[in-house]
């Protein structure tokens, strides 16, 4: 790919965070999978560890000069890798040992949402009345999609201490999108590399506990397949489309493709698991392309 390809690439926010979304989606289907085999926080620290040293070689060149800016804001460096590195998938992987995807997926569709009202709590950011009719819409899509197109499926969830931790983690994923705005100006590889150097750091003594208390991680094909996966695709190649299509279009529309999560992972099990294509699919795709199109629509 040449270089004006990338450059293209790197100004299509909008493709940027459906790339985002689509690799997000097989890590949550990853991190299901390999639950027995691979413990919650050794799966967060693997990924980390080796996504900090991948991106640290192409973003070698940069980092010189944008160690003063990333010290400068220590701060907000520090935040924002609590809140969108250390935190959040660790307690989505733990959730995950306790709670049904059905549930996790229905709670993090609620993201797009949280992100707009923290986004006005903090920042006084208001959205137009069709902005906002977008994300009900493209939130019912979600819900008919997780909830198989049954009200009585979704009332029938029942909520137990998985849900409350990937709810946890979900709130704080929003605040990491709406942080964006307050990042460092430098490089986006600096600012990556930065963020899961210290994210990791911060998890390194929960991965001690979990090794020390016995949980330790069963090595096969499957699972280094597994963390290889999680440490590129959703973590280095999500990270810096999310990140940048935050910065071209802002939170609140960046948080709406969240809702694509269910359509991709419902896609993924049609393709991989010979799942069969259903009317809830079509419809839930429908409603979440329409309410993503009312969303991202710019106010006059």
């Known amino acids: 790919m040449n270089s004006r390809r990338l450059f293209g690439l790197a100004n299509s926010p909008y493709l940027l965070l459906i790339l985002a979304v689509f690799f997000w989606a097989g890590n949550f289907?990853?991190?299901?999978?390999?639950?027995?085999?691979?413990?919650?926080?050794?799966?967060?620290?693997?990924?980390?560890?080796?996504?900090?040293?991948?991106?640290?070689?192409?973003?070698?060149?940069?980092?010189?000069?944008?160690?003063?800016?990333?010290?400068?804001?220590?701060?907000?460096?520090l935040l924002l890798s609590i809140a969108g590195i250390a935190s959040f998938n660790t307690l989505l992987y733990i959730g995950l040992q306790y709670t049904i995807a059905v549930n996790a997926l229905l709670l993090q569709s609620l993201m797009p949402v949280l992100i707009v009202a923290l986004s006005f709590l903090y920042f006084r950011e208001r959205i137009s009345a069709v902005q906002a009719g977008g994300v009900v819409v493209s939130l019912a899509g979600a819900v008919v999609i997780i909830g198989q197109g049954s009200l009585d499926a979704l009332l029938s969830l029942s909520i137990n201490r998985g849900d409350v931790l990937v709810f946890i983690a979900v709130v704080g994923y929003a605040g990491y999108s709406i942080g964006l705005r307050k990042r460092p100006a430098v490089h986006p590889l600096s600012f990556v590399t930065a963020?899961?150097?210290?994210?990791?750091?911060?998890?390194?003594?929960?991965?001690?506990?979990?090794?020390?208390?016995?949980?330790?991680?069963?090595?096969?094909?499957?699972?280094?397949?597994?963390?290889?996966?999680?440490?590129?695709?959703?973590?280095?190649?999500?990270?810096?489309?999310?990140?940048?299509?935050?910065?071209?279009?802002?939170?609140?529309?960046?948080?709406?493709?969240?809702?694509?999560?269910?359509?991709?992972?419902?896609?993924?099990?049609?393709?991989?698991?010979?799942?069969?294509?259903?009317?809830?699919?079509?419809?839930?795709?429908?409603?979440?392309?329409?309410?993503?199109?009312?969303?991202?629509?710019?106010?006059r």
């Not at 900090?52 to 400068?72: E, F, K, M």
């Not at 079509?282 to 392309?289: D, E, K, R, V, Y």
């Open 195 to 299: 963020t899961f150097i210290v994210g990791d750091l911060l998890l390194l003594p929960f991965y001690i506990w979990e090794f020390m208390a016995g949980h330790r991680l069963h090595i096969d094909d499957a699972t280094v397949m597994a963390i290889g996966y999680v440490s590129v695709f959703p973590s280095i190649v999500s990270y810096l489309c999310f990140n940048r299509g935050v910065e071209l279009v802002g939170a609140n529309r960046a948080g709406m493709f969240i809702h694509l999560l269910p359509v991709f992972g419902s896609v993924m099990a049609i393709v991989f698991l010979g799942e069969v294509l259903r009317w809830y699919h079509a419809g839930g795709i429908i409603l979440i392309a329409s309410g993503i199109f009312m969303a991202t629509r710019r106010g």
């Open 29 to 77: 289907i990853v991190g299901r999978a390999v639950r027995a085999d691979v413990p919650p926080v050794a799966l967060a620290f693997w990924r980390w560890f080796i996504a900090s040293i991948l991106v640290t070689i192409p973003a070698w060149r940069h980092l010189p000069g944008d160690l003063a800016l990333l010290r400068r804001g220590w701060l907000t460096v």
